[in-house]
């Protein structure tokens, strides 16, 4: 056996192997804001689990499926984060199944399936065709703008310079906790047969604007943060000019242009179903972060 699978069991609850056993799990994007969350919580349950990424013992990369069928080896069921580009899920589902694999838990985006025409999102909405067509059970979480984004990913680094500035409007944005995005997915891997053919909107209680959201974070920090709006033009000029490849930041920028259009701001109750409780509100979030310095200037 693999040095990173963990083979603890479980009880009932888990998806079985062969013998009896409790399957093994595999992590994709292991390494990632929601994969590492994901991964240490079914540690915790005792879940016996296969991290996978590019840089994981187990390699995972969506661009060489030559190495898709080791990481595949032994397991039941799988956390799919899909590719940037549509397609590779539905060769992955194929070859999941005739590795043995009972069940795929994918994340997706809020409201997929009212993007309309947008050019944003293909590549979610192709990954959930793949593993709704595929023979395997399935269930789809599709969550909305992390909180995190805030102090983790893209909108980090504006802040600590003293504003954020996007192509976004009065439409408010129903943010979700990271966490319960995690505890979401952990309980649905941890009883996957309870969850088959499920679709699970994962949003926060209640929408703020992007607006909004960065004055909580300046009152949290006390620090003095602006919110512009500005182009999708402007913005992918700028994110182009910190380091982003051109067709990446269009596709940022697609999304407000898709969240405007749309509208898809309400708040939905699939934290509250799978979990019985209600999911984290931003002002938690802000606070925690803040009281971590997540937006302290560094000297």
Known sequence: MSNDITDINIGSGSTQGTGGRPGVTLVLG????????????LRLRGTPVRPASRSSPTRFDWSEPGGWDAALRGV???????PSVPGPVHAFAARA????VRHLVLLSGHGADRWGDS????DMRSAEDAVRRSGLGWTVLRAANFNQNFDEDVFHAPLLSGGLALPAGPVPEP????????DVAAAVLAEPDRHAGRTY????????????????????????????????DAYTAALV???????????????????????????????ATVLGRA?????????????AGAWRRRP
Do not use: C, W
């Open 279 to 291: 999911p984290r509100n931003f002002e938690e979030y802000v606070v925690r972060a803040a009281a």
């Open 119 to 122: 050019a944003f999102g293909l």
């Open 97 to 100: 199944e005739a590795a043995g």
């Open 76 to 82: 039941t069921a799988v956390y799919v984060v899909p």
């Open 201 to 232: 909107e994962l949003t926060g209680p209640r929408a703020l604007t992007f607006a909004e959201a960065v004055e909580l974070i300046a009152r949290a920090s006390g620090r003095p943060l602006t919110f512009t709006r500005v182009s999708p």
């Open 30 to 41: 292991a390494t990632g804001k929601t994969g590492r969350r994901v991964l240490a919580r």
């Open 175 to 182: 943010f979700v906790d990271l966490e319960d995005v995690a």
């Open 241 to 271: 000019g910190e380091g982003l490849g051109e067709e990446e930041a269009r596709h940022v920028a697609e999304m407000f242009v898709m969240m405007e259009r749309q509208n898809i701001s309400g708040t939905e109750d699939g934290v």
